[in-house]
């Protein structure tokens, strides 16, 4: 199931609440790299210690992932450009994520993520994965899954 939106962003947070809250000193930068809105509510329940990665991926047009898995989720947000995804959940849709939008990956799910179209497009993923795991693994492309030329 690949979740898709509009344009805000995820934040996991602890405590609740501004109480004893203080503002940062001295010097600090703070660069947000992408934002995304992913439309549905999800959890996230780990087993145990996990890694997380963080990537910028830029695929040029006409470039695609390879079908894949991975060991864990895998949040991505679409900075620019449009990525269509293709997961081998019995239908093999395409699903169509523009800049400002955002998507998530289930654990062991194969799947592709394609530039179908005319300009580079640049995507940052998070993945959380089992601690050592690589968080990619190449996968067979599923016989149900024709993807267009």
Partial sequence: MVFTGG?????????????????PSGKLTREEFAKGRLAD?????????????IQRVVLEPGADSGWHTHPGIALDIVKKGTVTAYLDDGECKPVKVEAGQAFLFPAAVTHIARNE????????????????ADPRKDAEAPANCKLPS
């Fill in 41 to 53: 509510a999800f959890k996230i329940q780990t087993s145990g210690p996990t890694d997380f990665h």
């Fill in 7 to 23: 344009a805000a962003g995820l934040v996991i947070g602890a405590g609740a609440g501004s109480a004893g809250a203080t503002p």
């Fill in 117 to 132: 179209g005319d300009e580079p497009a640049e995507v940052y993923v998070t993945y959380l994965v089992t601690a050592g």
